[in-house]
């Protein structure tokens, strides 16, 4: 009894490091009825981080008896934060017969997403009586609640729930069926028994003469990740049916798991060769086929295909390194036959991606690469950030930048190889850090650096370079020490910004300093901008704190932004963004209705890189725009991506009084909560 007092009079009283050291003995407890009742009598004086501690101790005891302790909480409160933490801490802890008490906390909760929560404690208690109670909600007006009160009551008790679905799709009623399958759609099925996609796999066949209702059910099986609706959809796009109720739904195959089925559609879609489908799935293909084994079944098709679906084969052979010498052969026939810029150059990065003992490769892709216009020059060398680090393709580009005449043609090749080149290739940096062409050798400092990132041996090699003449020179070889001189750096880079007399040596401190994004500069930044008059010295410092991010120079931002002119407020909206200090939100908001339409875009942009923003703030904003009509497209995207789970409820709310704009409303919805899963 006095070590547990001690405990909790240390979680009322004590500092971080008291607090910490009692946390642990106290996790050393076991639940007991003792140590249960005397948490109960002191909960009530601790502040919310000793309660947090607490919440954890009943996550360790996974106790039933700590329920109603919690559901006792979660009444009295009435912030929806505190109760979805209290929910998260209920959902590890087995529910046994405590289901009459979550009931009722459901029965009285007037917030949407925390009734789906509760409905989903209930659904997960495998206690067979809550099934009924969850069956109570399945007509609720809100979509996502009845699609939770089904989910879980298949969960619970899926032959009679099967069979209420049945009697539906038997009933001939049709807006019953497509409100069963708009509620089915919303769920998440990865848990759901298989059967019951193949049920509906078969009754969709009964729909065929009723497009709209098959074309749901065709959604609802993609959402279930069917396979044999793959081979419809295979069916659907051979005869140009429906494609356009069909090509919203394709992007689902990116939530399959990469089979046999899968891998049959996306060759399909490959040789089908319909453009507009093959760019849909562009990525999700390249992303899906992920290994050798999975990349080499499509090799089959590089004699089959052109256009788009050549150059998707193309990049799935880059991507999995499944170049040989026979692929390479068949890619330098379609080098010379392919005219599109962007599939030249991809064919060109995947033949010099692999080594294939092709010993006239070289020579033959130099020889090309030396006839080429400058444009298609700098196209194929973009292409070259696709390659991974690797010594062949490093060789191969310093090869074409050693016989290239074209200066700004080496210096993007440069650039690259600070994504191929390896910690073996520091010589062939050396021998690029002697080019005369300033750019060259800053592009050479960069890649250096990316190559050896880490490792002390880059110190000795751009030392000398300090004492270059070139500013932007001596500013990479800075930010790469940094790495290795710590504040002795800052000082330097300060000492330059504030007192050099050439400007470019200012502008390049003031870049390097917000590259190295260390808030010791930040005073040096913001004194640079008090007194300095050149417009590059000024847009860098502005840059350099938004990229450092220190809510502190918020308010600096703010009243500079009044100074200056609107290149520069531009730039200042941009960083407050990235600082994402909550003060600067009520400024921003008032910027949105800005008569400029740049400043208005470049704000709605900078709010939404804000992690959050307050509920009253986004409600306020909505409202007005939902008033006026002005700019709610971007309104509701800042909400989409700003917004808080609990915002969802006024977001509801709302939509019932503006129905005209429900895909605006459910698309914020649909966001905001996967932002949530995600978190």
């Known amino acids: 009894m006095e070590k547990l007092n001690k405990i909790f009079a240390t979680l009322e009283n004590g500092n971080n490091s008291e607090i910490k050291q ?145 009697q539906i799709l038997e009933s001939g009623n049709d807006d019953k069926v497509i409100e069963l399958l708009n509620v089915l759609t919303l769920i998440d099925t990865k848990d759901l028994k298989y059967e019951i996609s193949d049920f509906f796999l078969k009754h969709s066949s009964s729909f065929k003469k009723k497009p709209v209702i098959y074309m749901k059910f065709i959604n609802t099986l993609f959402n279930f990740r069917n396979k044999k609706v793959l081979d419809i959809a295979k069916k659907l796009i051979e005869k140009d049916l429906l494609l356009d109720k069909l090509m919203p739904i394709l992007h689902k195959i990116e939530n399959y798991e990469y089979n046999a089925h899968v891998q049959n559609f996306f060759s399909f879609i490959i040789k089908t060769q319909k453009d507009d489908i093959t760019k849909l799935l562009y990525d999700i293909i390249l992303k899906k086929v992920n290994g050798s084994d999975e990349a080499k079944h499509y090799t089959q098709f590089l004699d089959e295909v052109r256009g788009i679906s050549l150059n998707l084969v193309v990049n799935i052979i880059m991507k999995n390194s499944v170049i040989n010498l026979e692929l390479d052969k068949k890619l330098i026939e379609l080098l010379k036959k392919e005219t599109e810029p962007d599939y030249f150059g991809d064919i060109f990065a995947c033949l010099i991606s692999e080594n294939t003992s092709n010993n006239t490769k070289i020579l033959v892709l130099q020889s090309y690469f030396s006839i080429l216009p400058e444009p298609l020059k700098f196209k194929v060398v973009s292409k070259f950030y696709k390659l991974q680090r690797n010594q062949y393709a490093t060789n191969i580009i310093y090869y074409l930048y050693s016989k290239s005449d074209n200066q700004k043609v080496q210096s993007a090749m ?58 932007r020179v001596k500013a990479n070889v800075e930010m790469a020490l940094w790495q290795h ?78 100074t200056t002119n609107d290149e520069m407020k531009l730039l200042i909206i941009d960083s ?87 895909k605006l409303f459910n698309r914020s919805i649909k966001e905001i909560k996967n932002k949530v899963k995600e978190q």
């Open 414 to 471: 440069v650039s690259v190889l600070g994504f191929t080149a390896t910690e073996n290739d520091t010589e062939l940096f050396k021998e690029i850090l002697q080019n005369e062409n300033a750019r060259i050798r800053a592009n050479a400092i960069e890649s250096l650096d990316q190559a050896l990132r880490g490792s002390e041996d880059i110190v000795d090699i751009i030392m000398p370079f300090l004492q270059d003449y070139n500013n």
């Open 576 to 662: 407050l963004g990235h600082i994402g200090n909550h003060d600067s939100i009520p400024f921003l908001f008032n910027l949105t209705q800005s008569d400029y339409k740049k400043i208005a875009i470049a704000t709605f942009d900078a709010l939404k890189n804000f992690k959050s923003i307050p509920d009253k703030v986004l409600e306020k904003s909505l409202l007005n725009a939902l008033k006026t009509g002005n700019k709610l497209k971007e309104i509701f995207e800042v909400i989409g991506k700003t917004a808080s789970i609990s915002f969802i409820d006024r977001l509801k709310t709302f939509q019932k009084l503006n129905s005209k704009h429900n």
């Open 22 to 166: 009692v946390t642990a003995t106290l996790f050393s407890f076991e639940f007991s009825d003792h140590v249960f009742n005397h948490i109960q009598e002191k909960f009530d004086n601790l502040n919310k981080d000793s309660q947090d501690i607490i919440f954890k101790l009943f996550q360790k005891w996974k106790s039933p008896e700590t329920i109603n302790f919690l559901a006792q909480q979660y009444s009295m409160t009435q912030d929806f934060t505190r109760k979805y933490e209290i929910l998260k801490i209920i959902s590890t802890i087995p529910l046994k017969h405590n289901i009459k008490r979550i009931y009722n906390l459901l029965k009285n909760e007037t917030s949407h997403e925390l009734k789906i929560s509760l409905i989903n404690l209930l659904g997960n208690s495998n206690n067979p009586n809550a099934f009924k109670l969850i069956m109570e909600f399945s007509e609720d007006e809100d979509l996502d609640l009845r699609s939770a009160a089904m989910l879980n009551a298949l969960n619970l008790n899926y032959r009679d729930t099967l069979t209420d679905i049945y």
């Open 485 to 562: 001189g710590g504040l002795r750096m800052l000082n330097i880079l300060g000492n330059m910004l504030l007192n050099h007399e050439d400007k470019w040596h200012r502008a390049s401190a003031a870049y390097a300093l917000g590259a190295i994004k260390n808030s010791n500069s930040i005073n040096a930044l913001i004194d640079s901008l008090k007194k300095e008059t050149d417009i590059d010295v000024i847009r860098n410092s502005v840059k350099s704190l938004g990229r450092i991010g220190d809510p502190g120079v918020s308010d600096f931002l703010i009243r500079y932004f009044n």
